[in-house]
């Protein structure tokens, strides 16, 4: 497996790739060479990152000659990129550099960043050099090759001229399962989505498009243009002190979430999420009908109207991402869409929008903007390629030779959906008391609230009723998801069971049986039954 293949589709569970940030440090630690560890002279102060640990030696000839660190050497073994991105602990740490593979288990207690350097185990820090040349020095080229310990086969080193956007991305929890490294994807586990109700922020799914901007509140601004009255306003972040402060329950849900179960009947194109692309908070802010309000917005008039979100996160071309929902949606009464500044009450953190988000509770998370830069009242909508051609509902017929995505209307809510998450798909569970315990989530767009879950063990031939957890807010306004567990009597012979799981909403809409009829081309909207087969175990 190349290194280029484990980066780009992020094959490898729970792994997190870039995290670069510079630190500056003392040569207080020794380094090895020959054997024999050397102190390095304590005057001498350099720039250094959050997981280059040293990089190249001086040649023999010469002591002002010297060689870019990572050159191969044939005197090392060589490793395979899979191989050094196993070591990724504390009691074994590598490092990639150009050719070069480099052991720094030793040098993590004296990191004067933290764990911050955790981040990087594993994988190559050579985007933070491309970006960061005073590293490029005799005494960090010495001392990081003071820890070589072999070389990366060929077909796994990669150029990372490229990549240069990336190194200042956030620290990600290593329990997180990724699914790409640039832009950064990744789900929940399933077992941890059901341990919490309000997902932990370092546990809450990941959804980016582009890089993640660097942003600070003391100096972020957001501008709202009304176009008709032809006005503009700008708020900081204090200013918007001026509002009423709010918090709602919400859960943000990627469109295609479960996507792998709707891939099985035919490919389709998309993250290949399973069931952990939904996580729940509570968010504050203030709410965007009043600030619309204040802006002299005439709530009478939306029809045709639309609300466009404008972040501040941007592609290769200069484009920013942009989506939006019509006027009225963002006005109504019972709405509760947010201009957010908080995520379980702390200010936001970089992956989930710092310092400001729109927070749309019911929608697909995609309309829910990060990194929040501007509000547009238009007549168009978004004119951004991820409005008009993505996240619109095709019927299982239509191929991409024959979609049309100027026709097709844009998702803007979601159905009733159910998962079944401990266990998982091809587990091996005890049997306790004669039963086994069933944990799950379930969730509906639009507001409504979850009725019912209903679980079978014998392929729907009969139903059982779970236990729910829900938030108290009623329907219409209830945006959270709820949580149920069920304990199943298992018999004595039985080793292996398959479960289904499908809930019911407040609208009394419930899940299809098969993902067949529901199949579209961009693998959205997927909410079959969840079905789940594991193993059994008598104690």
């Known amino acids: 497996m190349s290194l280029k293949t484990l980066l780009f589709r992020g094959s490898l569970k729970g792994k997190n790739f870039f995290n670069f940030t510079p630190i500056v440090i003392q040569n207080h630690y020794e380094r090895r060479q020959s054997n024999t560890r050397k102190l390095l002279g304590k005057t001498s102060a350099f720039i250094f990152s959050s997981v280059a640990v040293g990089l190249a030696n001086e040649k023999d000839k010469g002591k002002d000659e010297i060689i870019e660190a990572g050159a191969k050497r044939p005197d090392l073994p060589t490793y395979r990129a899979e191989e050094v991105s196993k070591h990724d602990s504390k009691s074994s740490f590598w490092v990639i550099y150009k ?15 933290g764990e911050q350097i955790l981040n990087a185990g594993g994988f190559s820090i050579e985007p933070f050099w491309n970006v ?9 080229y010495t001392l990081l090759e003071s820890y070589r310990i072999g070389n990366l086969h060929e077909e796994d080193v990669m150029d990372h001229s490229d990549h240069e956007l990336w190194v200042k991305e956030p620290y990600r929890d290593k329990r997180l399962i990724v699914k790409t490294a640039k832009p950064f994807n990744a789900e929940i586990p399933p077992k941890e989505q059901v341990e919490h109700f309000d997902t932990p922020n ?11 901007p660097e942003l600070d509140e003391r100096t972020h601004s957001f501008k709202i243009y009304v176009k008709g009255i032809n006005k503009q306003f700008e708020f900081s972040l204090s200013e918007l002190n001026r509002f009423p402060r709010v918090s709602i329950r919400a859960a943000l849900m990627c469109a295609g979430n479960r996507r792998s179960e709707m891939n099985k009947v035919k490919p389709v194109k998309g993250l290949n999420w399973a069931g952990g692309a939904i996580s729940n908070a509570v968010w504050t802010g203030v709410r ?3 600030v619309l309000i204040h802006c002299g917005v005439d709530l009478e008039d939306t029809e045709g109207k639309h609300v466009i979100f404008t972040g501040a996160d941007m592609d290769a071309t ?8 019509p006027l009225h949606q963002a006005v109504d009464p019972g709405a509760d869409i947010l201009i957010a500044t908080h995520m379980n009450g702390v200010p936001l953190p970089p992956d989930h929008g710092y310092p400001l988000r729109a927070i749309v509770p019911g929608a697909p998370a995609v309309r829910s903007v990060k990194w929040l830069e501007s509000i547009t009242i238009s007549r168009d909508e978004s004119p951004s390629h991820w409005h008009q051609k993505d996240y619109r509902g095709f019927n299982p017929s239509k191929t991409w030779e024959t979609a049309d995505f100027s026709t097709a209307p844009p998702v803007y809510s979601l159905p009733v959906t159910s998962a079944l998450c401990d266990p998982v798909d091809g587990d091996t569970v005890n049997v306790k008391r004669g039963c086994v315990t069933l944990k799950g989530y379930a969730y509906s767009g639009g507001g409504a609230k979850i009725l019912r879950v209903d679980v079978s063990m014998d392929q729907g031939q009969s139903w059982v009723e779970a236990e729910l957890k829900s938030d108290s807010a009623p329907p219409r306004q209830h945006y959270s998801w709820t949580l149920w567990t069920l304990n199943v009597p298992v018999k004595r012979g039985d080793t292996k069971m398959e479960v289904w799981v499908k809930a019911t909403d407040s609208n009394f809409n419930t899940q299809p049986e098969k993902f067949d009829n529901i199949w579209n081309i961009r693998g959205i909207l997927g909410n079959a039954y969840h079905r789940v087969k594991f193993n059994v175990k008598h104690n």
């Open 318 to 325: 200069g484009m920013n991402f942009s989506t939006s929902i």
């Open 288 to 290: 965007l009908r009043d």
């Open 99 to 113: 050719n070069g593979v480099y052991d720094v288990t030793s040098f993590l207690p004296s990191h004067p960043g």
């Open 132 to 140: 960061y040349g005073m590293h490029k020095t005799a005494e960090i």
């Open 202 to 212: 370092e546990l809450f799914y990941v959804r980016q498009h582009m890089p993640v």
